[in-house]
């Protein structure tokens, strides 16, 4: 069948997302890389750079849920925008703290938490965006471009990180990234609308094919410059902390947070302390779970919508989840009682990438169940990998030093035959019930 002409504005849209996925790990991931250079400036012990690393994963933590509340009530375009303005000020802020001032450690937890509370918005903010612009046949794979930038962005930190720091120090690398940070969210404020129905380039193939895809009808939600003051139909939060399928996708979630955390905390400690491998064997190797992270991410997105137009989002969105965390299971058992250190870093980056086969079905379905409230559901959602985290930050380590590190790999084994077993409760057909809510934004929709 020849293709409908018409514009393409939701790709064009997602792809930018998939850019400031990679820039908010951008962001995240530089301290890791100049934390030593940080430690010995500001005469930090290990113990006090570890308070500043769990800064931003607690201010992160705990606006997952405000987060996703504000886009719901605002829109993807202005609180992006503004998020990752904010994300580049504290950026910029983490490298501006003089050496030798009063309080440089409370300073520095301080910003550090700040652009936590920031970079929290943008992925509930990127489901609310979704819920709006993308039909849920189309999901899986803008989900998958979409966390397929942070692949790329932990990826890269390192190399660019390192680059940048031996030529101008680490100071110049949070300088640079916080430019590149405030470039991205100002060109996603110009290029980007709440709704498709507000974007003057949707043509109205594009626009038609958007709205007849969506789970929740554009009639009921404002969808158009003209009517500001209409109302927004909201899901309360009784309605949503009362949901079986909202609790299965958030305890499934923990359990991947907390396997993929691994990855982004202590993969490389661990290849060069456990494993043996030297510096530079260490900084290669250790990029492969993040490379399959990228890969995996639209491939899981692709292959979860095919499914889904086969045999519809039971299959396709949690039948398929079940399946390949328990393939990701499989991997991280595995991979951590290989014997050859270059061998159990592709198996364990193997399990990485099989995690992130199903990382858009999460979205995508708190996308489809939530509608308008996508942002605070997936905020909800999110949160829970956050705790998990969090957890494997402190539970990992201590795991392995009373049991060993393969203990550690198999506890977060089988934390993910657990979140894939949770799949099998949720029902992607079920809608979360609307209620009209007066919206907080009276303001004209193209602010």
């Not at 500001?42 to 886009?71: C, K």
């Not at 029902?427 to 929709?445: C, F, G, H, Y």
């Amino acid at each position: 069948m020849p293709r409908q002409p018409g514009s393409q504005v939701r790709w064009l849209l997602v792809f930018w997302m998939f850019v400031i996925g990679a820039v908010a790990f951008l962001d995240r991931v530089n301290i890791s890389i100049a934390g030593s250079s940080i430690a010995s400036e500001y005469h930090l012990t290990n113990v006090q750079l570890g308070w500043v690393f769990s800064a931003f994963l607690l201010g992160y933590a705990i606006f997952q849920t405000p987060g996703g509340w504000l886009a719901d009530r605002l829109g993807p375009r202005r609180v992006i925008a503004l998020a990752v303005i904010w994300w580049g000020i504290f950026t910029a802020l983490t490298a501006s703290i003089p050496v030798g001032v009063a309080g440089a450690l409370l300073l520095l937890v301080a910003v550090r938490f700040l652009l936590g509370t920031g970079e929290a918005i943008m992925f509930p903010a990127s489901n609310q965006f979704i819920s709006k612009w993308i039909p849920t046949e189309e999901r899986g794979i803008a989900n998958g471009l979409i966390f397929a930038g942070v692949g790329i962005g932990a990826g890269m930190t390192p190399p660019l990180v390192t680059y940048i720091m031996l030529h101008q120090g680490w100071r110049a690398s949070f300088w640079i990234s916080a430019v590149i940070g405030i470039i991205v969210g100002a060109v996603w404020f110009i290029i980007a609308r709440n709704t498709p129905g507000e974007h003057h380039r949707v043509s109205s193939q594009e626009l038609e094919k958007i709205q007849r895809g969506l789970t929740i009808k554009p009639e009921a939600v404002r969808d158009g410059p003209g009517d500001a003051s209409a109302h927004a139909m909201l899901v309360p939060w009784k309605a949503i902390l009362k949901s079986k399928d909202v609790w299965g996708v958030t305890c499934s979630y923990f359990a991947y947070g907390y396997a993929s955390w691994i990855f982004f905390s202590w993969f490389f400690i661990y290849l060069a302390k456990v494993r043996g491998m030297n510096l530079k064997s260490s900084a290669d190797y250790a990029m492969l779970p993040f490379l399959a992270m990228a890969a995996g991410s639209p491939l899981g997105g692709i292959i979860s919508d095919a499914l889904t137009r086969w045999r519809g989002k039971r299959v396709g969105r949690c039948v398929f989840s079940f399946a390949v965390m328990g393939l990701a299971a499989v991997f991280l058992a595995l991979g951590s009682s290989v014997h050859s250190a270059a061998l159990a870093s592709i198996v364990l980056a193997g399990g990485a990438g099989a995690e992130y086969l199903c990382q858009s079905c999460y979205w995508s379905v708190t996308a489809d169940i939530a509608g308008p409230s996508a942002g605070s559901v997936s905020g909800f959602m999110n949160m829970g990998a956050q705790i998990g985290g969090a957890v494997t930050a402190t539970l990992t380590p201590a795991i392995a030093g009373a049991y060993g590190w393969t203990a550690s790999f198999i506890t977060a084994a089988a934390l993910c035959a657990v979140g894939g077993l949770a799949w099998l409760i949720v029902n992607p057909n079920a809608i979360l019930k609307p209620q009209p809510t007066l919206a907080s934004d009276e303001s004209p929709k193209n602010w």
